[in-house]
């Protein structure tokens, strides 16, 4: 019987009125409510007005059959559950199967019963009551399902049948009736990056016995995708046989983005977006212990603003954040382009960048090659920050002073690199503002020293206070003079004749190599046309390139121009590359090179036998001629190795058709070595130092091995 307040209502549907009383006497003695119908069009009438709990109906009826009015019943909305049993006279199975397929729940044979009617009308009514609170209870758990955004599925390994519930592939994005029903299905909906992960993380639930719960990506058909959480576990009979596994799939997507937003509030400066103190201490942490195991150099430089709070206080709060955060731009683009300054490792940036806090920052470089490059950067900085920033009509100069603290010389911890840089900060501001200092004097005198020569290079361009030295080149074999190496010098008005090793870096840094190239260049080519004029024999000059101008915009006009001003043949003019400047975009290097092939000029690697030397690159690049480097010339006395290394380096440079030059020679015996070996040509000072083109001169013979042009 229904536990609800009001008692059931029993629909009692029969032609003969004698019938419908007997029926409806004896279910209103087991305390149900009746209402009746004649024919089946009356079913349907007291169907949509009472909604009768079960409905008892006689087959044989005027108008509408009892067949077809179950039929009916079923068709509407809310007769698919409703328990009908159908009274029948008819005692064969025919008419028993013909009332199951026009939808009856039973069937009662005429004539009734009272004590079996009734009986048969309970059970029919707590069978309704309790698909209704299975009914109930499934759409509760689709409701909790999809608020939840979790959805079940069951799978038979054995079988292979994979089955996911309607929430389940609401989530893939599928339809139910589309989904394949295997695991494979399933998978398919899984990342590709996670597929094999889930996949063994699955079938490893039976043989170890273990469930699962771990996170993976699902990828929606539109290409979109989110996060889920997948638990399952092994379903076991009495036996503990394995009977099938289920599991569940939530949507985390929300979590993950909390948990995202938790760590940045944790861990970043919520107006710049920069790693915040804790995560910066952290990260010098690890970065040290790195630096203590391999031994490399680190430097965390201190920045502090200068008279921030002034600009804060006048222009108002607003501003003053607008102001960091520009700020915060422009430091992330100076120190991006910082890593040249430290050895790359594998998944390592050589740099990180925070805010402390206020309008204080910090920068911390690692794996550095030399310590006076923080120097580098903090000029770099002190750059950017000089440029005027505009902000909402207010145009606003900054400075900024910068504390340079080293490890491990100024302390080996975090606390100590901070307060070591933090001091070294304050003394920039004693120093007058807008510079940097490093903690050690040592180091402050040697970065002055270093300003004050890059200052001096520049003002050596302008005062043309450098000049050119040439080293003969000669053939090994007739000992004649085949070129010239080109190489630079500064005549300091101080400290005299100053070779390429004490300011080229200075140069590089200041970036003005490149006009030191060109000018190098037009020099050179200039000095070889007065000798070729005056019937002396230069069949070549040797001019290094450096990166700067090789793979900058102008190396081809500069060339042409000069060539075209001077007059020299393009054959008389080499271009000297070394390994790393070609090899650093080949395809670029290819496209130049042979842009200066079809000049005519001629092409040589130098310093070869120091970087790849490999022939898998050396074979695509048009040079004429290959330098082998000093350093195996100078160690072919004293170890084998060099000379077999020598030895192989000719005879693959011979293949390719190319000549071969030793750098550095300089004693008798090494000449004698080359020459066993087929070297063709060499330089060194058994041959002659490097000098002034005067000096040079008295060593050309009166005439020319290549007619003037």
């Not at 997507?253 to 937003?261: G, T």
């Not at 975090?414 to 503002?433: C, F, I, N, P, W």
């Not at 790393?580 to 042979?594: D, G, Q």
Request: aromatic letters at 6%; charged letters at 25%.
């Amino acid at each position: 019987m229904d536990n609800r307040d009001t008692p059931a209502t029993v629909l009692v549907a029969d032609d003969d009125n004698a019938v419908r009383q007997f029926v409806r006497t004896a279910i209103e003695q087991i305390g149900l409510n009746v209402c009746e119908a004649s024919n089946g069009s009356e079913v349907l009438e007291q169907f949509t007005l009472r909604h009768p709990d079960v409905i008892v109906l006689d087959v044989m009826m005027p108008v509408m059959d009892g067949f077809t009015a179950c039929s009916k019943v079923r068709a509407e909305p809310r007769g698919a559950q409703i328990p009908i049993l159908m009274m029948t006279g008819l005692d064969d199975a025919e008419a028993i199967a013909r009332a199951y397929e026009h939808g009856a729940t039973d069937f009662i044979a005429k004539p009734l019963n009272p004590t079996m009617l009734s009986q048969r009308i309970r059970y029919l009514l707590r069978g309704s009551q309790t698909v209704r609170a299975l009914l109930r209870s499934e759409a509760r758990l689709g409701l909790a399902q999809r608020i939840a955004k979790i959805g079940n599925w069951e799978w038979q390994p054995e079988s292979g049948q994979f089955s996911a519930s309607y929430e389940l592939c609401r989530l893939m994005g599928i339809r139910p009736q589309d989904f394949g029903g295997t695991l494979d299905a399933f998978l398919q909906a899984v990342d590709a990056e996670d597929r094999e992960r889930v996949y063994h993380t699955l079938t490893s639930i039976l043989p170890e016995r273990t469930p699962c719960d771990i996170d993976h990506r699902v990828v929606l058909p539109n290409g979109s995708e989110f996060t889920v959480n997948l638990q399952a576990e092994a379903v076991f009979d009495d036996q503990l046989n394995a009977l099938t596994i289920v599991g569940t799939a939530q949507d985390i997507s929300e979590r993950k983005r909390s948990e995202r937003e938790i760590h940045r509030l944790a861990y970043f400066d919520s107006l710049t977006g920069l790693p915040n103190r804790v995560l910066f201490k952290d990260r010098v942490t690890q970065a040290i212990a790195h630096a203590r195991r391999y031994q490399y150099n680190l430097a965390l430089l201190f920045l502090d603003l200068d008279r921030f709070k002034a600009t804060n206080d006048t222009l108002g709060h607003h501003i003053g954040d607008l102001l960091l955060k520009h700020v915060a731009d422009r430091l992330m683009d100076s120190v991006r382009h910082s890593d040249s300054i430290g050895r790359t490792t594998e998944n390592d940036r050589n740099h990180e960048l925070a805010r402390l806090g206020g309008d204080e920052f910090t920068v911390l470089l690692t794996n550095l090659r030399d310590v006076q490059d923080a120097g580098k950067v903090a000029r770099r900085i002190l750059e950017a920050l000089a440029r005027p920033f505009v902000i909402n009509g207010h145009e606003i100069f900054v400075t900024v002073s910068i504390g340079i603290a080293i490890f491990p010389t100024d302390g080996d911890s975090v606390d100590l690199l901070l307060k070591s840089s933090d001091t070294a900060m304050y003394h920039a501001k004693e120093q007058g503002r807008n510079n940097f200092q490093y903690y050690s004097n040592a180091m402050n005198a040697a970065a002055s020293e270093r300003l004050m020569l890059e200052a001096e290079v520049r003002q050596a361009t302008e005062r043309e206070e450098f000049v050119l030295y040439y080293q003969p080149q000669i053939d090994l074999r007739s000992g004649r003079i085949v070129g010239a190496e080109v190489l630079i010098r500064w005549l300091h008005p101080q400290r005299g004749l100053l070779a390429p090793n004490e300011f080229l870096q200075a140069a590089s840094d200041t970036g003005i190599i490149r006009s030191i190239d060109e000018w190098v260049l037009r020099t050179a080519c200039r000095q070889a046309r007065t000798w070729q004029q005056r019937g002396f024999t230069v069949p070549c000059v040797s001019i290094n390139v450096s990166n700067s101008l090789f793979h900058g915009s102008t190396l081809l006009r500069a060339v042409q121009e000069t060539l075209d001003e001077t007059g020299l043949t393009a054959n008389r003019l080499e271009l000297e590359l070394t390994e790393p400047i070609a090899m650093r975009n080949l395809e670029a290097s290819l496209t130049i090179l042979h842009q200066l092939k079809t000049l005519g000029v001629q092409l040589s690697i130098d310093d070869f036998g120091t970087g790849y030397s490999s022939l898998s690159y050396l074979h695509q690049l048009p040079f004429n001629r290959v330098k082998i480097d000093h350093s195996l010339i100078r160690d072919m006395l004293i170890k084998a190795q060099p000379v077999r290394i020598v030895r192989a380096i000719i005879a693959m440079a011979h293949s390719l058709q190319l000549d071969v030059l030793a750098e550095g020679v300089e004693q008798e015996q090494q000449r004698e070595i080359l020459i066993a070996e087929g070297c063709d040509q060499a330089q060194g000072y058994l041959f002659g130092h490097p000098m002034p083109a005067a000096e040079f001169e008295l060593h050309l013979p009166a005439r020319s091995f290549f007619k003037a042009s």
